[in-house]
């Protein structure tokens, strides 16, 4: 991002430029640790101060340990300044003062993808615009693997994945997650919804960039099923979701029988199938049978040009 970084006054934004109404709220808990809000806010747009009116932005509050100096948080933050991405999100800036920082985020106009998948955000994602927000998300993690060599896990959650007003994806990525402390957070073996932590890591606690394959994979089933990967209703034994989901993934005709309703008939069937295959292949328990998310990215893209 080099230059994008522009810090801005190191003092809290005034509270008539932070708006009272949260544009994210994370309300699950036991995902992530806490709860996150980010919210809306305004920039001046020659100097990056805060203001009234101006560049909308996206406002997030950090809770900093009272043991860690401020000097290093804020090393950790230029460091975001050193990845740029089209579908990562862009950090412009942030402030500080005493124990209160705040990071300054593009705007993200449509929100995070799990309200519109499992939220009531008007009318259902139509097929073209949940391949594309898969495909974005695709190319922001085969390129952090590309860069960082590293798996990502935390950072690949539904409310990680923020859209702008022409839902382009844009990954939320911290780098460390140090940057942020919840201010519920909690120390567990596993973080986040069980569903999501791929198999290795449970059995040998080992992660490595297939977990985030499985992870995607995971993701990806939310975005065509509009279902919780631990969804009660249709996974009524609550096995895990390489076991329940065989069946479907398997059998086109079957597929109709988890894929999204609010689609209707509105989505092509062969490639719907193909997704279904693609998940699949994604949460196999071998790690070696999964695809690189570079694969997964090029079959994304082969299925964005299936119209039947």
Not at 18 to 34: A, F, H, M, R, Y
Request: hydrophobic letters at 35%; glycine letters at 6%.
């Amino acid at each position: 991002m080099g230059n994008c970084l522009k810090p801005l006054k190191e003092q809290p934004p005034p509270p008539p430029s932070i708006s009272p109404k949260p544009l994210i709220i994370n309300p699950e808990s036991n995902d992530g640790g806490g709860f996150r809000t980010i919210y809306q806010g305004y920039i001046n747009e020659t100097t990056f101060a805060p203001s009234r009116t101006g560049i909308a932005v996206s406002v997030m509050e950090c809770y900093q340990d009272d043991t860690r100096d401020i000097q290093d948080w804020k090393e950790e933050v230029k460091s975001l300044g050193s990845i740029s991405h089209p579908n990562l999100a862009k950090l412009l800036g942030y402030c500080c003062e005493e124990n209160r920082s705040f990071l300054v985020f593009e705007y993200f106009h449509k929100g995070s993808l799990d309200r519109h998948i499992f939220g009531k955000e008007g009318e259902a994602l139509l097929w073209e615009i949940r391949v594309k927000i898969a495909i974005g998300a695709a190319q922001s993690i085969a390129f952090l693997h590309s860069v960082k060599n590293t798996a990502l896990y935390r950072e690949l959650r539904m409310y990680n994945i923020l859209l702008d007003e022409h839902y382009n994806t844009k990954l939320f990525y911290l780098v460390s997650n140090k940057l942020c402390l919840l201010e519920d957070s909690i120390t567990t073996a596993f973080i986040g919804r069980t569903e999501y932590v791929a198999p290795e890591y449970v059995i040998s606690g080992h992660l490595g960039m297939k977990s985030d394959v499985y992870t995607f994979g995971v993701i990806l089933f939310e975005i065509l099923t509009g279902l919780k990967a631990s969804d009660g209703k249709k996974n009524k034994n609550l096995q895990s979701l390489h076991v329940w989901t065989k069946p479907f993934l398997s059998d086109q005709s079957k597929m109709r029988g988890i894929i999204d309703l609010r689609l209707g008939n509105d989505y092509p069937v062969n490639a719907a199938t193909q997704m279904g295959k693609l998940i699949k292949r994604c949460i196999k328990l071998d790690t070696s049978k999964r695809p690189s998310m570079q694969q997964v990215l090029d079959r994304l893209s082969d299925i964005a040009e299936i119209k039947d």
